[in-house]
Nanobody, 115 residues
Framework: QVQLVESGGGLVQAGGSLRLSCTAS????????MAWYCQAPGKQRELVATITSGGKPSYADSAKGRFTISRDNGKNKVFLENNSLKLENTDVYCC?????????WGQGTQVTVSE
């Protein structure tokens, strides 16, 4: 079992920056990769970025150049940053961890971008 807790969401003005954190606990040594997804009301979850246990990042096309994913293995944390938020970035952002044959999800953290 892997437990994930996201934090760092909130209300931000357009053009502002945000750093989301995801703290993992439990069977962390078995985690292969972690990722951030976002979901707007009434829409499906969309992948934002993934990072392997070795720290190699990959991004959805819509996220390239705008989001940065990173991890601190010593603190069992994964981060997602955006330094120029847009209105369309208003979403619930969820952290996920992939273990062989299973995927674990956090509860999500709401990000609201205002004008």
């Amino acid at each position: 079992q892997v437990q994930l807790v996201e934090s760092g969401g909130g209300l931000v003005q357009a053009g502002g920056s945000l750093r989301l954190s995801c703290t993992a606990s439990g069977s962390i040594a078995r985690v292969i990769s972690m990722a951030w997804y976002c979901q707007a009301p009434g829409k499906q979850r969309e992948l934002v970025a993934t990072i392997t246990s070795g720290g190699k990042p990959s991004y959805a096309d819509s996220a390239k150049g705008r989001f940065t994913i990173s991890r601190d293995n010593g603190k069992n944390k994964v981060f997602l940053e955006n330094n120029s938020l847009k209105l369309e970035n208003t979403d619930v952002y969820c952290c996920t961890a992939a273990v062989l044959g299973k995927q674990y999800w956090g509860q999500g953290t709401q990000v609201t971008v205002s004008e």
